[in-house]
T-cell receptor
Framework: EAQVTQNPRYLITVTGKKLTVTCSQN?????MSWYRQDPGLGLRQIYY???????DKGDVPEGYKVSRKEKRNFPLILESPSPNQTSLYFC?????????????FGPGTRLTVL | GQQLNQSPQSMFIQEGEDVSMNCTSS?????WLWYKQDPGEGPVLLIA?????ELTSNGRLTAQFGITRKDSFLNISASIPSDVGIYFC??????????FGPGTRLSVLP
């Protein structure tokens, strides 16, 4: 089944404790992206990647890192999480090379930073 | 960066009514996408539009790609309770980043 998977789905952590949220897709998509969603603020893009080893900042990159060492994986890293990073996070992927470039979303990761 | 505007921001309708919402941009796109998000879930693609003027249906949903390529419309006919959610529009140009609107929150009253 074609899908985007995220792990973990739920995470409660404490301020300053490094964490990684994994994202993987099995559709051979070039494009991958991370969003955060907060009440009333819609989807805000954190980082995106047009292809392997190519990453770019989105609208709200501060406090986050990403890497794209291989096509299928795009982990989101919080080196020193803070309470204002408590949010619902979505990973998404899309084909860049195809005209039919719909974006598919993962199920979300709900992060709470105490 | 680029931004999309969606209106209305939220709407309350009676079950059975038709719904219209739109999305506008200051720049052109060659793809328009409409997504629906249920609470706590990831957005799910409803309709994708690839050609200016295109009108596409998916069941009770109909979306149009504006002629100017700067806007798109989504209509839902005969709304039902499960239509409740947030509807996002997104625009994209070939090989470039996606741009999302802020969403329209739909509530359906029985």
């Amino acid at each position: 089944e074609a899908q985007v998977t995220q792990n973990p789905r739920y995470l409660i952590t404490v301020t300053g404790k490094k964490l990684t949220v994994t994202c993987s897709q099995n559709m051979n998509h070039e494009y991958m992206s991370w969003y955060r969603q907060d009440p009333g603020l819609g989807l805000r893009q954190i980082y995106y990647s047009m292809n392997v080893e190519v990453t770019d900042k989105g609208d709200v990159p501060e406090g986050y890192k990403v890497s794209r060492k291989e096509k299928r994986n795009f982990p989101l890293i919080l080196e020193s999480p803070s309470p204002n990073q408590t949010s619902l996070y979505f990973c998404a992927s899309s084909s860049s090379g195809s005209f039919y470039n719909e974006q598919f979303f993962g199920p979300g990761t709900r992060l709470t930073v105490l | 960066g680029q931004q999309l505007n969606q209106s209305p921001q939220s709407m309350f309708i009676q079950e059975g009514e038709d719904v219209s919402m739109n999305c506008t941009s200051s720049s052109i796109f060659n793809t328009w996408l409409w997504y629906k998000q249920d609470p706590g879930e990831g957005p799910v693609l409803l309709i994708a539009l690839y050609k200016a003027g295109e009108l596409t249906s998916n069941g009770r949903l109909t979306a149009q790609f504006g002629i100017t390529r700067k806007d798109s419309f989504l209509n839902i006919s005969a709304s039902i309770p499960s239509d409740v959610g947030i509807y996002f529009c997104a625009g994209r140009n070939y090989g470039q980043n996606f741009v999302f609107g802020p969403g329209t929150r739909l509530s359906v009253l029985p």
